[in-house]
């Protein structure tokens, strides 16, 4: 492999990259997420459910009469998945410098360096 390979492989590893997700404005954002009911096991389960009726994927009775476990399964998943998002998920923030108004004593101004933050899933 020559070196035109090698930087040829580099170039195209990182055209491959997705590019980020364009910044929403924060007085939207702030106002839907007030709005946001919150993680919900069995409202996600029942989504799931009817997304496999829909593929064909019999969620009830099967036909010799036993029970059915794929919505069992279903719910045991979702829960374990949820219930590690909102305990084990560790969220952090960085702002930007210039990004937020500051006011020391008389004196407005903005913040000069990076901060940093922490949030909760609910």
Same mark, same amino acid.
């Given at each position: 492999? &020559?070196? /035109?390979?090698?930087?040829?492989?580099?170039?195209?590893f990182?055209?491959?990259?997705?590019?980020?997700? =364009?910044?929403?404005?924060?007085?939207?954002?702030?106002?839907?997420?007030?709005?946001?009911?919150?993680?919900?096991?069995?409202?996600?389960?029942?989504?799931?459910?009817?997304?496999?009726?829909?593929?064909?994927? =019999?969620?009830?009775?099967?036909?010799?009469?036993?029970?059915?476990?794929?919505?069992?399964?279903?719910?045991?998943?979702?829960? /374990?998945?949820?219930?590690?998002?909102?305990?084990?998920?560790?969220?952090?923030?960085?702002?930007?410098?210039?990004?937020?108004?500051?006011?020391?004593? =008389?004196?407005p &101004?903005?913040?000069?360096?990076?901060?940093? &933050?922490?949030?909760?899933?609910?």
């Amino acid at each position: 492999m &020559g070196i /035109e390979q090698i930087c040829q492989t580099i170039t195209n590893f990182f055209n491959n990259v997705r590019p980020p997700f =364009p910044q929403l404005s924060r007085l939207l954002l702030v106002c839907s997420m007030i709005r946001r009911p919150g993680l919900s096991v069995i409202q996600s389960v029942a989504n799931i459910t009817k997304d496999l009726n829909k593929l064909g994927i =019999p969620t009830g009775s099967m036909p010799d009469g036993s029970a059915n476990l794929t919505v069992g399964f279903t719910f045991a998943t979702t829960k /374990e998945i949820y219930r590690g998002v909102k305990k084990d998920a560790s969220v952090q923030v960085g702002i930007l410098p210039g990004t937020l108004m500051v006011q020391a004593g =008389p004196y407005p &101004g903005t913040n000069i360096m990076p901060g940093q &933050g922490f949030a909760d899933i609910n």
